[in-house]
């Protein structure tokens, strides 16, 4: 049950360069650490093993950076969006640099559950005429594989300009499909032959002239250079 004598402080940060590399594990110390460095008034749990009332948006997979990444802090006492601002940005290194602060309602949507599509931009190694999406995914969950459909996480059309990828990802109750791991399957499936591809659909590439990078070819295979999570939202 929310606390309604607590301040419920929404922050959005940004997560790139080097510290992209950090695991959610990490990336939860790293915060934490940076809100005790700027001294806010932060809730603790009770119990037998106390800490800090924070919750993080949705996880970004190791490697996967994100540009409004967002965490809610609960507060004993009410401290200025400004003045939380200044402080935690004192307190916060670039890559991992606090963007905004705002409150918002106790009662309110956790951000991982109010915004379950995530928005992502990828860049690749080379410009590809046209991208194969397959129809399934294997991966690995609790030592058992299992095929997670595309079409069931995949929101809306991969849009493809040269060597970037743009595209959004739902997050269901019953599970995501990562990011990563769906660009992985998208390059193994293009850098394979031709005859052997089960393609489902293609992503053409609307604006060659915008190609900066190499074509595709097979000295210059596909790869996935960075992802980034460019933004978060609730579902149409």
Do not use: W
Request: charged share 25%; hydrophobic share 45%.
């Amino acid at each position: 049950m929310p606390d309604p004598s607590l301040f419920r402080l929404r922050v959005t940060f940004c997560k790139q360069g080097r510290l992209a590399l950090l695991s959610h594990l990490e990336l939860a110390r790293a915060l934490e650490r940076a809100v005790r460095r700027a001294r806010l008034p932060f809730a603790v749990s009770q119990g037998f093993s106390p800490h800090m009332k924070i919750a993080f948006g949705a996880a970004l997979p190791v490697g996967v950076g994100g540009t409004r990444e967002l965490f809610d802090l609960q507060m004993t006492r009410y401290v200025s969006p400004e003045r939380a601002l200044e402080a935690l940005q004192a307190a916060s290194v670039p890559d991992l640099m606090v963007k905004s602060c705002e409150y918002i309602d106790s009662h309110a949507l956790a951000a991982s559950a109010a915004f379950p599509v995530s928005a992502y931009r990828a860049l690749l190694s080379c410009a590809p005429a046209q991208l194969a999406v397959p129809e399934g995914v294997m991966v690995i969950r609790k030592k058992k594989e299992k095929v997670l459909r595309v079409a069931e996480f995949l929101v809306g059309d991969m849009e493809l300009t040269g060597a970037t990828l743009a595209f959004s990802l739902e997050s269901k109750p019953t599970g995501s499909l990562r990011p990563d791991v769906l660009l992985a399957a998208c390059c193994a499936q293009a850098n394979s032959d031709e005859e052997d591809r089960p393609l489902a659909l293609f992503v053409e590439n609307a604006e060659p002239t915008l190609i900066d990078t190499d074509a595709c070819g097979p000295d210059n295979p596909l790869r996935v250079i960075t992802i980034t999570r460019i933004g978060q939202r609730p579902v149409r």
